[in-house]
């Protein structure tokens, strides 16, 4: 079992940046690929990020490419979501989750573990 959580999330002003944490634990997350979703309200949650168990390779939705970048430190069994120019749009709850394997992901159903939740909000 993997446990996530996810943490840095609140309220921030257009153009502005958030950093957002997943921590892992029960089991070193080095032998998943993580991604990062989110879900705005009235929405179906969207795939945003995912980075492989190195993190050496990436994905993004182009929503998002050029500016949120993630990355991970397995010494740290963390993984995060640097974003800026942050848009109202962006406005969601922003999961992380945490699939076995080598690659990285870009599906839902691909992932084994989920977070919680953390409600990332975008305005003036």
């Known amino acids: 079992q993997v446990q996530l959580v996810e943490s840095g999330g609140g309220l921030v002003q257009p153009g502005g940046s958030l950093k957002l944490s997943c921590a892992a634990s029960?089991?070193?997350?080095?032998?998943?690929?993580v991604g990062w979703f989110r879900q705005a309200p009235g929405r179906e949650r969207e795939f945003i990020a995912t980075v492989n168990w190195s993190g050496e390779s990436t994905y993004y939705t182009d929503s998002v490419k050029g500016r949120f970048t993630i990355s991970r430190d397995n010494a740290k069994n963390t993984v995060y979501l640097q974003m800026n120019s942050l848009k109202p749009e962006d406005t969601a709850v922003y999961y992380c989750?945490?699939?076995?394997?080598?690659?990285?992901?870009?599906?839902?159903?691909?992932?084994?573990?989920w977070g919680q939740g953390i409600q990332v909000t975008v305005s003036s």
């Open positions: 989750a945490a699939g076995y394997g080598s690659r990285w992901y870009a599906t839902q159903s691909d992932y084994d573990y």
């Open positions: 029960g089991r070193t997350v080095s032998s998943y690929a």
